[in-house]
C-alpha cells in the first residue's frame, strides 16, 4: 500500500461489501474509515461495526460510531404512490440498478450478499426481492420511520450517506434530495437527539 507523502494525511474512507468483514478491521488498525455499502442486507451491514471496533482495539485505540458511514438507497416523494412506482417497481432506476447488480453479482458467485438464509436458492434473489429488502422509499414520514428502523436493526452510526442513483426522472430526483436534506434528515437527527439524550446526556451528529 503507498503512504501519502502529506502528514498527517487526508481521511482515508474505504468500501465495505462482505459480511463480516476482514478488511473493516485491516482498515481501522490503519486509522482509515469504512462506509458499509448500499446493496447489504442490514443483517450483515451490522457486522461490519464489531470488526471496525476489534481493528481499532488492537491499536490501542477507541471506535466511535461517527467514525462508521453506512450506505442507503433512499428515495423520497410527496406522495407514496410515486415513492413506490419510481422507488421500488420496475421501470424504475432504483430496480434496474438492483436487478442489473444482483444479477452480475449471482453469476460471480457472490449471491451469499443478498441472503440472510444461506440455504436460500439463487434462484429466490429476485430483483423485486432485493429492492424491496434494499430501497428505502416512501413519503418524508415514512422515510424517517425507515431510517430508524433501519438503525436499530444495525446499530448506532455516524453518516448516512445517500447513495446515488440514474435520474431517470431528474424533477423527482432533485425533489427527492431536497426533501432528504430539508425535511428527512433533520427529524431523524431530532429523533436521535432525543434518544442519545435520553442514554448520553448529548446529542449526537448525524450528516447526510
Known amino acids: 500500500i503507498m503512504k501519502p507523502y502529506q502528514k498527517p494525511h487526508p481521511l482515508i474512507v474505504g468500501t465495505a461489501v462482505a459480511p463480516f468483514s476482514k478488511g473493516v478491521t485491516e482498515m481501522a488498525r490503519r486509522g482509515w474509515q469504512p462506509i458499509s455499502a448500499n446493496f447489504l442486507m442490514p443483517e450483515w451491514v451490522k457486522t461490519h461495526w464489531p470488526k471496525y471496533v476489534e481493528g481499532r482495539e488492537a491499536v490501542g485505540a477507541v ?7 453506512v450506505a442507503k438507497s433512499i428515495f ?31 453469476n460471480g458467485g457472490r449471491g451469499n450478499l ?16 432485493v429492492t424491496n429488502r434494499l430501497v428505502l422509499a416512501g413519503t418524508v414520514n415514512s422515510v424517517v420511520d425507515q431510517i430508524l428502523h433501519f438503525r436499530e436493526e444495525v446499530g448506532d452510526f455516524g453518516n448516512l450517506l445517500y447513495a446515488c442513483h440514474d435520474w431517470m426522472d431528474p424533477t423527482l430526483a432533485k425533489r427527492s434530495m431536497e426533501l432528504m436534506a430539508t425535511e428527512v434528515m433533520p427529524r431523524v437527527n431530532a429523533a436521535i437527539g432525543k434518544d442519545a439524550a435520553a442514554h448520553l446526556n448529548k446529542p449526537l451528529e448525524r450528516v447526510v
Open 63 to 69: 471506535a466511535h460510531p461517527d467514525e462508521w458511514r
Open 76 to 106: 423520497v416523494a410527496d406522495d407514496e404512490k410515486t415513492a413506490q412506482r419510481y422507488g421500488k417497481e420496475p421501470g424504475g432506476p432504483y430496480y434496474f440498478y438492483f436487478s442489473q447488480l444482483s444479477k452480475k453479482l449471482v
Open 114 to 129: 443478498f441472503k440472510v438464509d444461506p440455504n436460500m436458492p439463487d434462484s429466490a434473489i429476485t430483483p423485486e426481492y
